[in-house]
């Protein structure tokens, strides 16, 4: 089997489109405000990356830095800041970039919770993670949202719904963290998958991942997956950055679809935080 590769780029492209003529609709301003933390390179990548692609649809971007210099970390008047954000009727969504400098790290659930969960739009406040585990959900995370995409994109030539493909099918997600893996495996539940969560305690990674017909891999750690751990035809979708979890070449060779990194989740992960903003917008406007 020679997999089919998802071309993240040209599907979110088509999804800015339609988020566009949203945006257009909705005939008002919306504004993310995204705070980055600390001076990490990559975060500061991604978040300029969403300023661009909110700034193509028509969303205002607002990036707010958080330095060392300001402060020695006093999380209190940070919390107080994105309060006012969350006062603010002109601002639509709050997103707070992740992971935080190690120095605060271990206040990371203080930090986004200090979100009112309606502006939640990288739905990551404990509110809207528990709504996902109880099977809820409000407003998905964006990378769950973009895994969920992705699914739908492999089945929409099949006039199926995502529910009927996924119900009763093995699914196996690896990594297992509070803001990705488990709402993840929430979600997939929820659409009716077999869902088995792995990590670094299960004790046979290999003969776990290999009854997958869905296998999901979020963990961060380059290489992970390798073609004999993959079953053959299996759908593999790899959230790890910034290379990618899965040896591209021999597993393409065993799965019947496969996302690259780069040009996989990253963008789709980008174009669902945007479909979040339009959509806590469109929320508050039919309430007021
Ligand atoms: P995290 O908090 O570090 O969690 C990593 C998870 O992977 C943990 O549950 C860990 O298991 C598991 N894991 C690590 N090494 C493993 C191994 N050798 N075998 C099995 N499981 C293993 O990271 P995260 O925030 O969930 O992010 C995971 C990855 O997704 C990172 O690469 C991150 O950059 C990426 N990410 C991508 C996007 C995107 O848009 N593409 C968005 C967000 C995050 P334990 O729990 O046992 O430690």
Redesign the pocket.
């Known amino acids: 089997m020679n997999a089919v590769v998802f071309d993240g780029n040209a599907y979110a492209a088509e999804k800015e489109r339609e988020l566009r003529e949203l945006v257009a609709k909705l005939g008002r301003p919306l504004k993310l405000v995204s705070v980055v933390i600390g001076d990490d390179p ?1 975060s500061h990548l ?1 978040v300029r990356l969403k300023g661009e692609a909110a700034q193509r649809m028509g969303i205002q971007f607002d990036k707010v830095e958080w330095h060392i210099a300001h402060s020695t970390w006093h999380i209190d008047q940070l919390v107080e800041k994105i309060r006012v954000f969350n006062a603010d009727p002109t601002v639509t969504g709050v997103m707070v970039q ?2 935080l400098p190690l120095e605060i790290r271990e206040r990371t659930v203080e930090v986004l919770d200090a979100i009112e969960p309606k502006k939640d739009v990288d739905g990551l406040t404990s509110t809207n993670l528990r709504l996902i585990q109880e099977g809820e959900p409000r407003v998905l ?3 769950v949202k ?1 895994v969920v995409s992705i699914l739908e994109s492999v089945i929409s030539n099949r006039q199926s719904v995502i529910s009927e493909y996924l119900t009763g099918k093995n699914v196996v997600v ?8 488990q709402p993840l495996a929430a979600e997939l539940r929820r659409l009716g998958g077999e869902v088995t ?6 004790p046979d ?1 290999k003969s776990v991942t290999r009854e997958a017909e869905v296998l999901v ?5 380059a290489g ?1 997956i390798t073609g004999e751990m993959v079953r053959d035809g299996a759908v593999v979708i ?6 990618g ?1 899965v040896e591209f070449a021999s597993v393409k060779e065993k799965a019947s679809f496969i996302t690259p ?1 780069p040009g ?3 963008p ?3 174009v669902s935080l945007l479909e979040n903003v339009v959509e806590a917008a469109a929320a508050t406007y039919h309430k007021s």
């Open positions: 990559a991604y992740l992971p995370p964006a990378t973009a690896v990594g297992r963290s509070r803001v990705l893996g969560v792995a990590h670094t305690q299960t990674l891999s979020a963990t961060g750690k992970l790899d959230v790890g950055e910034p290379k979890d990194v996989g989740v990253g789709m992960t980008v």
